[in-house]
C-alpha cells in the first residue's frame, strides 16, 4: 500500500485533493471508512487532542491500523491540532501517520523555533510521519459560533520562510477560511469564500503541500478553485458533527422508543456517510476539471 507522503504526492500531481475528516467515535470512523472505500478514494480521519482524549490516543490508532490492514485500503491517522510536543509525542509513538503541530496563536518567530524543534523530536520517533504546521488566524472550534471578519491571510514570504526554516512536510495557511460554521451557514443560507489567488501564491512560494483547514460551509466552488490552485487536503469536521447529530435526531424521532445503541446508531452512519461521500466526490474531480474551474477564477 502507498505511504501517505506517496497518497500526497499522487493527489497534488493530479490537482485533486484528500478529504480529511475528524472523527470522536466509532460511529464516524465507520461512515468515513465506509464512504471512501464504496467510492475507492484514500481517505484521513483526524482526531484532535479533545477527540483523542474521548477515543484514546493508542485506541484511535488501533482501530485505523484494523481498518486499514482488513483489507489494505489507504486509510491515515492524524493527530489534528496538537498544541505541544508532549501530546505530539504521544501520538507520533502511537502509531499516528500525521501530525499537525499547531501553535499558530504565537508570535511568528516563536512558532518557527518550536515547530522546527517539534519537526526534529517527532523524526527521530518515525522519519516517515509527516508534520504540518500552521501560520496565520483561522480561529478555533468546530462548532456552530460567529465567525471572525477580515482576519489577516497568511503572506507568501511568511509561507516561504516558516517552511524553510522548519521543514515541515505540509502548511496550514490562512486563505480566508475558517474553524467551525456561523448559524446562518449552518441553515444553508451563507457559504465561506476563500482567496483563491492567495492559495496559488503561497503554492508557488513553498511548492509544498497544502492543507485546508475550517473547510466545513465553504461554497464548493471555491474548494474547487482551491484545489485547483494547489490545496492537496481538505479539512471537514464541522459538517461531520452536524451530519452525526441531525441523523441522531431524525433516527431518535423515528424510534422514540428504542434504547438499543446498534438498532439507532446505522442511522447516524448513513446521513454522516452522505456528506462524507459528497465531499470525496468533490475533492476527487478529474485535473481537468479543477483546473477549468481554477481558470474561471483566474483566467
Do not use: C
Request: glycine fraction near 6%; proline fraction near 3%.
Amino acid at each position: 500500500m502507498k505511504s501517505l507522503r506517496e497518497v500526497l504526492q499522487e493527489a497534488d500531481s493530479k490537482a485533486v485533493a484528500i478529504g480529511h475528516f475528524n472523527i470522536s467515535d466509532l460511529v464516524a470512523l465507520k461512515a468515513v471508512f465506509d464512504g471512501a472505500s464504496e467510492l475507492q478514494v484514500p481517505v484521513v480521519v483526524g482526531t484532535s487532542e479533545g477527540e483523542r482524549e474521548f477515543m484514546g490516543v493508542r485506541q484511535a490508532a488501533a482501530l485505523v491500523k484494523s481498518l486499514r490492514d482488513e483489507i489494505g485500503f489507504p486509510i491515515y491517522l492524524n493527530a489534528d491540532h496538537t498544541h505541544s510536543v508532549q501530546s505530539a509525542v504521544a501520538a507520533a509513538k502511537a502509531g499516528y501517520d500525521w501530525i499537525v503541530f499547531d501553535i499558530s496563536t504565537l508570535p511568528f518567530e516563536e512558532n518557527i523555533r518550536q515547530t522546527k524543534a517539534a519537526v526534529e523530536a517527532l523524526k527521530s520517533i518515525n522519519p516517515n510521519i509527516l508534520i504540518e504546521g500552521e501560520i496565520g488566524d483561522i480561529g478555533s472550534g468546530s462548532e456552530i459560533h460567529d465567525l471572525a471578519a477580515n482576519a489577516a491571510l497568511t503572506t507568501p514570504a511568511e509561507a516561504r520562510q516558516f517552511v524553510a526554516e522548519t521543514r515541515v512536510d505540509t502548511l496550514a495557511p490562512a486563505v480566508g477560511n475558517h474553524h467551525g460554521m456561523s448559524k446562518a451557514i449552518a441553515a444553508g443560507e451563507a457559504r465561506k469564500r476563500l482567496n483563491i489567488d492567495r492559495i496559488r501564491e503561497i503554492k508557488a512560494a513553498t511548492n509544498t503541500f497544502l492543507t485546508l483547514h475550517g473547510a466545513s460551509g465553504t461554497d464548493d466552488g471555491d474548494l474547487q478553485k482551491a484545489i485547483g490552485a494547489g490545496i492537496t487536503v481538505v479539512h471537514i469536521n464541522t459538517e461531520v458533527r452536524l451530519a452525526w447529530r441531525r441523523g441522531f435526531d431524525a433516527a431518535f424521532a423515528q424510534q422514540p422508543a428504542e434504547i438499543v445503541p446498534y438498532k439507532i446508531l446505522p442511522h447516524v452512519v448513513d446521513t454522516v456517510k452522505k456528506t462524507i461521500k459528497a465531499r470525496l466526490e468533490l475533492f476527487s474531480a478529474s485535473q481537468a476539471q479543477a483546473r477549468a474551474r481554477a481558470a474561471v477564477d483566474h483566467p
